[in-house]
């Protein structure tokens, strides 16, 4: 990865300038130090105009720290870094100066001298390495000084002292030349860090906006698809009922199984959209999983007896605490997805008591999943035996959506399965207390052909197709009051003089900017009374769904079962 040498150079000199409060601080200290140990052996007046010239030099490095911090904008990085070496350069002639004017074989101040400038001199590896010419800009000139003060003397020891001198010089240039390059590796490193990190979310960013884009992208396409489907669902429905040729009805049923196979594809992707949206909440209950268990025989049954298989849902008289809707939806994914890739042998569906609650088990003895892909086969779109993408398989969801359910009723989906023996997913759900007994929450609504009669309905679509698909509809289950608009406008002209309605069948996405909810709403206010409503929608996005959940108004999305919504209207009437 090219790193931009400015960066580099940037952080070099931060560091620099980061200890430059430290060496102000130990120039004073240690040149006070000094001073008060040669007080007693060198002339007093070369003391203190030595003294004066250090404290003058940290007076003027001080100045000049206080113009980086306020007014770094005014130099380059590398001026700051060559004014930082040449300050450093005036530092070491004048400490190198000390061996000149101090420096005597004959007294204890040539080792008071020696130790001080090499201790100084070392003690500026860390500060200073970071900018190779500060460094060298302190050493060579206070370590030569003192070799050459000592190589002056006319003791014999002289040249031995000059040489261990020279040799320290070097060494520590060594060692400076080291701190150098980890220093400058660290830099480089940090800046690969940064770098990555910033690389990360750009391309976050650009992920969340792809899925964002994707969102609405299925969201649109999804209304746009769903109304002419929920035209043809109700149109199909009537002509199941009507008397007709059997060619011709065979021709109906198989519409109706196509229809039927879009519209599993389109909740699948509303399923999704729901959980994206966070707009399925867990709703615990207590209930009897035989209830549970009952429905799954009822739907598998004659499925699995179609493809010459043994289905088996071994009875329970276990109470749980879970959302009955959720764990309907797990259950039926499970076993839909058992049922499809077994060919011969059984599915069975058993619930057994464990440690921490009531275990439910899928088994079945189809083809099975190898074990590198288990762990994909949660993925959204993965499948694994649909290479050809046969609509009748799905799309690839049911597991991906059975897994977020799961976690919603706080749990987990466990897999094993071998290649060509079968598989089994189990999961485990809260058990009831024992005082509580459950009841029936799906009991079975009583048959009422007549519900309709005498009843006002207000059909409110912008689609011509869907409000006479509606009204029929409607008619065949005893309505003879039907009021159908398109918009706003002709629902304020159709309840103008009108006192008497009992229920509101809208759209969610209507002209003019307008929706379902806001409509409802208006219709109720007009009549000073909580008409009931249903919510008919085909959009899929959060936004719409979180603002139909906010409304309370029930709602089912397009392409409707008949069945389903003639059950939503008795129990609303």
């Known amino acids: 990865m090219s790193i931009d040498q400015t960066a580099v150079l940037k952080n070099q000199v931060e560091l620099l300038y980061q200890h430059h409060p430290t060496i102000l601080f130990g120039n004073l200290i240690v040149s006070a130090i000094l001073a008060y140990l040669l007080w007693p052996f060198a002339e007093h007046q070369y003391i203190l105009g030595w003294l004066a010239c250090v404290y003058v030099r940290v007076i003027a490095f001080f100045f000049h720290y206080v113009v980086y911090l306020k007014k770094r904008h005014w130099f380059s990085d590398?001026?700051?870094?060559?004014?930082?070496?040449?300050?450093?350069?005036?530092?070491?002639?004048?400490?190198?100066?000390?061996?000149?004017?101090?420096?005597?074989?004959?007294?204890?101040?040539?080792?008071?001298?020696?130790?001080?400038?090499?201790?100084?001199?070392?003690?500026?590896?860390?500060?200073?390495?970071?900018?190779?010419?500060?460094?060298?800009?302190?050493?060579?000139?206070?370590?030569?000084?003192?070799?050459?003060?000592?190589?002056?003397?006319?003791?014999?020891?002289?040249?031995?002292?000059?040489?261990?001198?020279?040799?320290?010089?070097?060494?520590?240039?060594?060692?400076?030349?080291?701190?150098?390059?980890?220093?400058?590796?660290?830099?480089?490193?940090?800046?690969?860090?940064?770098?990555?990190?910033?690389?990360?979310?750009?391309?976050?960013?650009?992920?969340?906006?792809?899925?964002?884009?994707?969102?609405?992208?299925?969201?649109?396409?999804?209304?746009?698809?769903?109304?002419?489907?929920?035209?043809?669902?109700?149109?199909?429905?009537l002509l199941e009922n009507q008397k007709i040729p059997a060619t011709a009805l065979k021709l109906v049923k198989n519409i109706s199984r196509s229809i039927s196979s879009l519209r599993g594809l389109f909740d699948n992707l509303l399923d999704i959209s729901r959980l994206d949206a966070n707009t399925v909440q867990a709703q615990n209950q207590y209930i009897m999983l035989n209830e549970v268990f009952a429905d799954m025989q009822a739907q598998y049954d004659e499925l699995a007896v179609s493809k010459g298989i043994s289905y088996n849902v071994k009875e329970t008289n276990f109470a749980i605490n879970t959302d009955p809707i959720l764990l309907r939806r797990i259950l039926s994914n499970l076993l839909s997805n058992a049922m499809r890739y077994t060919d011969s042998g059984y599915v069975r569906l058993v619930a057994t008591d464990k440690q921490g609650g009531i275990e439910l088990t899928i088994t079945d003895t189809g083809r099975g999943i190898s074990e590198c892909n288990q762990s994909l086969i949660f993925d959204e779109f993965h499948q694994l035996h649909n290479p050809e993408r046969d609509r009748n398989k799905g799309l690839g969801l049911?597991?991906?959506?059975?897994?977020?359910?799961?976690?919603?009723?706080?749990?987990?989906?466990?897999?094993?399965?071998?290649?060509?023996?079968?598989?089994?997913?189990?999961?485990?759900?809260?058990?009831?207390?024992?005082?509580?007994?459950?009841?029936?929450?799906?009991?079975?609504?009583?048959?009422?052909?007549?519900?309709?009669?005498?009843?006002?309905?207000?059909?409110?679509?912008?689609?011509?197709?869907?409000?006479?698909?509606?009204?029929?509809?409607?008619?065949?289950?005893?309505?003879?009051?039907?009021?159908?608009?398109?918009?706003?406008?002709?629902?304020?002209?159709?309840?103008?003089?009108?006192?008497?309605?009992?229920?509101?069948?809208?759209?969610?996405?209507?002209?003019?900017?307008?929706?379902?909810?806001?409509?409802?709403?208006?219709?109720?206010?007009?009549?000073?009374?909580?008409?009931?409503?249903?919510?008919?929608?085909?959009?899929?996005?959060?936004?719409?769904?979180?603002?139909?959940?906010?409304?309370?108004?029930?709602?089912?999305?397009?392409?409707?079962?008949?069945?389903?919504l003639k059950l939503l209207i008795q129990r609303l009437l």
């Not at 409802?520 to 919510?535: C, D, M, T, Y």
């Open 398 to 564: 049911g597991l991906s959506i059975c897994k977020r359910l799961a976690e919603l009723i706080g749990t987990e989906i466990k897999v094993s399965s071998a290649v060509g023996k079968g598989s089994q997913f189990s999961f485990i759900v809260d058990k009831a207390a024992n005082d509580v007994v459950p009841s029936a929450i799906y009991a079975e609504q009583p048959k009422n052909e007549s519900l309709l009669d005498d009843k006002v309905i207000m059909v409110i679509d912008d689609e011509e197709d869907i409000r006479d698909a509606m009204s029929e509809l409607l008619v065949r289950w005893g309505a003879s009051k039907l009021i159908c608009c398109s918009d706003g406008e002709e629902v304020t002209r159709a309840l103008a003089n009108r006192q008497d309605l009992d229920l509101i069948l809208a759209d969610y996405r209507l002209r003019n900017n307008t929706n379902g909810v806001d409509l409802i709403n208006q219709i109720r206010e007009n009549f000073s009374k909580a008409i009931p409503a249903i919510l008919i929608t085909g959009d899929t996005g959060p936004d719409a769904l979180n603002n139909i959940r906010r409304s309370g108004t029930p709602f089912i999305h397009k392409p409707i079962k008949p069945a389903k």
């Open 78 to 237: 590398l001026s700051w870094a060559r004014h930082y070496a040449f300050s450093l350069l005036i530092s070491g002639i004048i400490w190198g100066w000390a061996a000149i004017l101090f420096v005597d074989f004959s007294s204890p101040a040539f080792t008071i001298v020696i130790i001080m400038l090499c201790g100084m001199t070392a003690g500026c590896l860390a500060s200073a390495s970071a900018y190779p010419p500060a460094y060298v800009g302190f050493a060579i000139p206070c370590m030569s000084i003192m070799a050459l003060a000592i190589y002056w003397d006319p003791e014999p020891e002289s040249n031995v002292f000059t040489f261990l001198a020279l040799i320290f010089l070097v060494a520590n240039l060594s060692y400076s030349r080291n701190i150098y390059v980890t220093i400058r590796e660290s830099i480089h490193l940090r800046l690969e860090h940064i770098s990555l990190l910033e690389s990360l979310r750009k391309e976050k960013e650009i992920s969340e906006h792809a899925s964002q884009s994707k969102s609405k992208f299925l969201a649109a396409a999804s209304h746009d698809l769903r109304q002419p489907v929920h035209a043809m669902s109700i149109f199909a429905d």
